[in-house]
């Protein structure tokens, strides 16, 4: 059984900075595509990163420059390094395993995610 467990979220400050980690278990994060997901109230789920097995990264353009997506494969997990927090960062995170030629396409439910709120 799959399980995709989010941590690191917490409550900062507008500039500051956190890293988010994503521990899998029943499935190697070296071997298949990864990404970071984030929904605030309100809003549909959308993605943050995402990272393919041969190191391509994508990011959407709100968090470019200022998050990084990575993955250590000896501890089977990815990392979400998030820096220049804005209000607008405001979101529960989750992660997950895209399949196919589309970020959205992922392939396994929704764990619980880990909120993060950033205050202005």
């Known amino acids: 059984q799959v399980q995709l467990v989010e941590s690191g979220g917490g409550l900062v400050q507008a500039g500051e900075s956190l890293t988010l980690s994503c521990a899998a278990s029943g499935i190697l994060v070296s071997v298949y595509a990864m990404a970071w997901y984030r929904q605030a109230p309100g809003k549909q789920r959308e993605l943050v990163a995402g990272?393919?097995?041969?190191?391509?990264?994508n990011y959407a353009d709100s968090v470019k420059g200022r998050f990084t997506i990575s993955r250590d494969n000896a501890k089977n997990t990815v990392y979400l390094q998030m820096s220049s927090l804005k209000p607008e960062d405001t979101a529960v995170y989750y992660c997950?395993?895209?399949?196919?030629?589309?970020?959205?396409?992922?392939?396994?439910?929704w764990g619980q995610g880990t909120q993060v709120t950033v205050s202005s």
């Open positions: 990272l393919k097995t041969g190191g391509r990264t």
């Open positions: 997950n395993s895209p399949r196919g030629s589309s970020w959205y396409n992922t392939y396994y439910s």
